[in-house]
């Protein structure tokens, strides 16, 4: 049995659509769900009322603080970390997932595959993950063991990639991570300010995790003139070249009607 850890603010329409989706295609996988709600104003916590959550609240939100107080709050050893926008797919999601985790030793966790290049590199690797700080964990949809988690907190000062760091600290000290042959849906469309936010906490994480280096002021600089001047003026005439094609395909299937 899986408990699911939903961290969430402000998402009570996607949350609604998660957690129906849930009850209806899984409820005899799981008997736990908790809410990490972080200073929501909407109804989120109506909905997660409606659906018997647990909720737990978050103050002083961090993405590692968040999954910290789900995973206590749980009252499984198998947990399942979903976003609010992220719904699994398939009706063994849990199941096969479930024969992983119990046929394998020194297992920490399973990452969901959820792309085709994810999916070919799991095929090389017998699907044990080897890269964890680049192809770890991804918490809008795995599972975490907590008797791993008990000893291996995850870091709650990240800005970011707290998922990728955890996969990296724990199999370092001995554990294994997964991928599983298993995929889910991810849902959401980000406007301009929350694209920049997320990339501004992304780029900080790869610094403090020196996945990326430090780049200099120069190579910024010639990076953004290449953007400006090459890279989106090139995708602009690709594009408008695809669409005058288009326009002129429509043109001539007209005439023949």
Request: include cysteine.
């Amino acid at each position: 049995m899986f408990s699911i850890v939903i961290r969430n603010k402000n998402e009570a329409s996607h949350l609604e659509k998660v957690l129906s989706i849930l009850k209806q295609m899984y409820s005899s996988d799981f008997d736990d769900i908790i809410i990490v709600d972080n200073k929501s104003t909407d109804n989120s916590l109506a909905i997660a009322k409606k659906y018997n959550c647990k909720i737990v609240h978050i103050d002083q939100f961090s993405y590692g603080k968040a999954i910290n107080l789900g995973i206590q709050a749980a009252k499984n050893n198998y947990i399942l970390l979903l976003s609010a926008h992220a719904v699994p797919i398939g009706q063994s999601f849990f199941k096969n997932a479930l024969n992983l985790l119990n046929s394998k030793k020194n297992i920490a966790g399973l990452r969901y595959i959820n792309s085709y290049a994810n999916y070919d590199r799991s095929l090389k690797n017998d699907f044990l993950i080897t890269q964890p700080l680049k192809y770890g964990l991804m918490a809008a949809c795995c599972i975490v063991v907590k008797d791993v988690w008990e000893n291996h907190k995850f870091d709650e000062n990240l800005p970011f990639s707290e998922d990728k760091e955890w996969s990296n600290r724990v199999i370092n000290n001995g554990f294994n991570i997964y991928d599983i042959n298993e995929t889910f849906y991810y849902f959401i469309k980000r406007n301009q300010k929350s694209e920049l936010v997320r990339f501004k906490n992304e780029t900080l994480a790869a610094y403090q995790l020196k996945v990326e280096k430090l780049p200099s002021t120069v190579s910024i600089i010639v990076d953004l003139i290449k953007r400006l001047f090459y890279l989106n003026p090139k995708l602009f005439i690709v594009n408008s070249k695809l669409d005058i094609k288009k326009a002129i395909i429509k043109q001539k299937l007209k005439n023949k009607f």
